[in-house]
């Protein structure tokens, strides 16, 4: 997925909204794929029988997850990853095989070269059977430093 | 008897890398094409920003509490946080030298009460040249017994 917007230093300014990116709907294989590239083999992840044991009605995403896909939205805002200097999430709540996450995200301040940018990712989607969530929520937020070239 | 710190090699493995990439949806030619990676002034194809959660590969979360023993209990336990502080993106085919501690374990009021124990490992990942390339903060949540 590709965002219009590499953006140089000079293009931004505080308070810019940025490009919503969306990705998903999230598949169960997505899942099982994140599992193994990440090492994360926590079955409340992808085992339906051992998450209901654990009080979930299936198996849910591992936050980080949704996390590499933010990372991906943010660099592509800002010219590539290699802008990066700090990237920080909180996991608000929990992501389901069939949600959609809308990133969103604004400049907050800039400080010389350095652009603060704070975002939120929006689970999108009806959710398991059973737990009547609201069909979107914030998921994830957080904040990220980036140096985005001249 | 608990250690103070795990050092470990984190292999960045070119088909780590990509497999990786393609893991968090990465459409970036610098994780797949070494020659577009150098055309944007790359040495080589470089690992996506949250690469190094790879880490679980080489120690697993077992291995982790058995050597740093947070003894956590793992039925209440979020993954409330996590930080990356960036020098630079791994390369592929470096090794990077990761070392592990537990760099806080507090207590908090949890928001239905009780007193939630929230525990931050930080992993600190240098080059061959012993300088720094990231830092990685791990914060897990374990909420109070209902």
């Known amino acids: 997925m590709s965002v219009p917007s590499d953006l140089r230093l000079g293009d931004v300014f505080s308070g810019m909204e940025l490009a919503e990116v969306v990705f998903g709907p999230l598949e169960?294989?997505?899942?099982?794929?994140?599992?193994g590239a990440a090492g994360d083999f926590n079955p409340i992840h992808i085992d339906d029988t051992y998450a209901q044991g654990a009080g979930a009605p299936t198996a849910f995403a591992m936050g980080m997850l949704p996390a590499g896909y933010l990372a991906h939205a943010v660099s592509d805002w800002f010219g590539g990853p290699q802008h990066l200097r700090r990237f920080r999430v909180r996991f608000l709540t929990r992501v389901w095989p069939g949600?959609?996450?809308?990133?969103?995200?604004?400049?907050?301040?800039?400080?010389?070269?350095?652009?603060?940018?704070?975002f939120e990712v929006d689970r999108r989607g009806p959710g398991p059977r059973g737990l009547e969530l609201p069909v979107r929520e914030p998921a994830l937020s957080g904040d990220a430093d980036v140096e985005p070239p001249a | 008897m608990a250690e103070a710190v795990i050092v470990f090699e984190l292999p960045v493995e070119r088909g780590k890398v990509r497999e990786f990439a393609l893991a968090v949806a990465e459409d970036n030619p610098i994780h797949y094409d070494a020659d577009e990676a150098r055309r944007r002034g790359l040495p080589d194809i470089v690992a996506p920003p949250t690469f190094t959660v790879t880490q679980m590969w080489q120690v697993p979360r077992e291995e982790r509490e058995r050597r740093l023993g947070a003894n956590l209990a793992y039925e209440r336990v979020l993954h409330g946080e996590q930080e990356f502080f960036y020098q630079r993106l791994p390369v592929?085919?470096?090794?990077?030298?990761?070392?592990?501690?537990?760099?806080?374990?507090?207590?908090?009021?949890?928001?239905?009460?009780?007193?939630?124990r929230v525990v931050t490992?930080?992993?600190?990942?240098?080059?061959?040249?012993?300088?720094?390339v990231v830092r990685a903060l791990y914060t897990l949540m374990e909420l109070p017994t209902s």
């Open chain 1, 99 to 118: 949600d959609e996450l809308v990133c969103r995200g604004r400049v907050d301040e800039i400080e010389g070269r350095l652009v603060r940018v704070r």
């Open chain 2, 121 to 132: 490992y930080e992993s600190v990942f240098t080059d061959a040249s012993g300088e720094e």
């Open chain 1, 28 to 35: 169960r294989v997505d899942i099982v794929r994140y599992a």
């Open chain 2, 92 to 116: 592929a085919g470096e090794v990077l030298t990761g070392r592990m501690r537990i760099a806080s374990d507090v207590s908090k009021r949890g928001r239905r009460g009780g007193s939630m």
